[in-house]
T-cell receptor
Framework: AQSVAQPEDQVNVAEGNPLTVKCTYS??????LFWYVQYPNRGLQFLLK??????LVKGSYGFEAEFNKSQTSFHLKKPSALVSDSALYFC?????????????FGKGTRLHILP | GAVVSQHPSRVICKSGTSVKIECRSL??????MFWYRQFPKQSLMLMAT?????????EQGVEKDKFLINHASLTLSTLTVTSAHPEDSSFYIC?????????????FGPGTRLTVL
């Protein structure tokens, strides 16, 4: 069965420093991978996705993620963190056929950007 | 484009009453919508898959008689929490899959905070 692991409950980064939020996955077949961000009492906002092609995916708000097939990872990165990046981040994977419409979410990582 | 709305955004009700939550795709048609619930500081858990014109598919452990789902049109799905109890208090989020999407991309609504007293 497919699964997603986010090993860190919380990540603290000083403003202006690079940030990384880790994600590893387990899925049969070719994965569809996603990152979403959630602000307090809000729904999910899409950041970026990997479907196929270039392993480095660029997304919204300056975020990017690198698909690493050998390490089954899809870490989220940003070169210079902003205080406004503080939020809850979810890594997600789409299921394989026939449930390729079903999204499995990681448990989330809370990102704190310190001024 | 690809905006999903939910109504209400927040609802407080008494134990034993029923609450209806609407999920609308505003600028696209969606044959499939999904309903998730999220407990505080936890991830989203898929409750059910709602298909236009047919019965919803519920995930294991979700009571279909308690969480009634209706997907009457290509732009509207409703979740009714029947005989709500305090343990049903949660954040409910829907998503919709665009007919035009080449890989079944889901677009998420802003969520509905349900508090049962």
């Amino acid at each position: 069965a497919q699964s997603v692991a986010q090993p860190e409950d919380q990540v603290n980064v000083a403003e202006g420093n690079p940030l990384t939020v880790k994600c590893t996955y387990s899925v049969s077949g070719n994965p569809y991978l996603f990152w979403y961000v959630q602000y307090p009492n809000r729904g999910l906002q899409f950041l970026l996705k990997y479907i196929t092609g270039d392993n480095l995916v660029k997304g919204s708000y300056g975020f990017e993620a690198e698909f690493n097939k050998s390490q089954t990872s899809f870490h989220l990165k940003k070169p210079s963190a902003l205080v406004s990046d503080s939020a809850l981040y979810f890594c997600a994977v789409r299921g394989p056929f026939p449930r390729d419409d079903k999204i499995i979410f990681g448990k989330g990582t809370r990102l704190h950007i310190l001024p | 484009g690809a905006v999903v709305s939910q109504h209400p955004s927040r609802v407080i009700c008494k134990s034993g009453t029923s609450v209806k939550i609407e999920c609308r795709s505003l600028d696209f048609q969606a044959t499939t919508m999904f309903w998730y619930r999220q407990f505080p500081k936890q991830s989203l858990m898929l409750m059910a898959t709602s298909n236009e014109g047919s019965k919803a598919t519920y995930e294991q452990g979700v009571e279909k008689d308690k969480f009634l789902i209706n997907h009457a049109s290509l732009t509207l799905s409703t979740l009714t929490v029947t005989s709500a109890h305090p343990e049903d208090s949660s954040f409910y989020i829907c998503s919709a899959v665009s007919l035009k999407s080449s890989y079944n991309e889901q677009f998420f609504g802003p969520g509905t905070r349900l508090t049962v007293l």
